[in-house]
């Protein structure tokens, strides 16, 4: 199951399912990331954690938008614990931390909460709200929240209608291209 495979299977056979409530499908939003990480310079492995941070999604039954039930998937942490046993830290780190640097953002920079989706401002009070001083604190101490920030930056801004790869297949080829390129890195 821990295998850049089966990430493209399940990419393939799920990734058509609609990112919740944001006129676009989890692959296209995953793509989108991706596209912007290596246009703004990001390392491999960040771009790979760029293009994987949802994948928490695509493993959990729940169907649609979870968030609109009151139900947090914690999608952050099943993606994580996959993710580092396949590539280690510097790809599992920044997805695990994706929804923290959501939380840190808004408690930092209060103008941050207008560049939100609705479905991430609705999963922001499910995980937690805006972080406390010292969560704030301890955040900043995680070597890896500035990757965590910039790919937050990447999740908000790929949400955009019409834009995507020729097709899946190409996309699916894209991200395996990608998968091939990173190779295990131990803490
Ligand atoms: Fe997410
Ligand atoms: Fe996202």
């Given at each position: ?8 299977e399940?990419?393939?056979r799920?990734?058509?399912i ?15 990331c ?46 994580a ?15 695990r ?14 103008e ?32 890896y ?14 949400k955009r209608p ?10 699916l ?15």
């Open positions: 199951m821990n295998s850049p495979q089966a990430i493209l399940l990419f393939a799920k990734g058509d609609a990112y919740a409530g944001e006129g676009i499908s989890q692959i296209e939003h995953a793509w989108q991706g596209q912007l990480a290596r246009a703004a310079g990001a390392s491999q492995t960040l771009q790979l954690a760029s293009w994987l941070h949802d994948l928490g999604h695509l493993l959990t039954d729940l169907d649609g938008s979870p968030t609109v039930d009151g139900i947090d998937d914690r999608h952050e942490h099943t993606a614990v996959m993710l580092d046993a396949i590539w280690g830290p510097s790809v599992a780190e920044p997805v931390l994706h929804v923290a640097a959501k939380r840190y953002l808004v408690a930092t920079y209060p941050y909460r207008e560049r939100l989706s609705p479905d991430s401002v609705r999963s922001l009070a499910l995980q937690g709200g805006a972080m406390s001083l010292e969560e704030c604190v301890a955040f900043q101490a995680s070597r929240a500035l990757d965590a920030q910039q790919l937050r930056s990447w999740d908000e801004a790929g019409s834009w995507f790869a020729s097709d899946t297949q190409h996309a080829d894209e991200l395996r291209a990608l998968m091939d390129r990173v190779h295990f890195l131990p803490a």
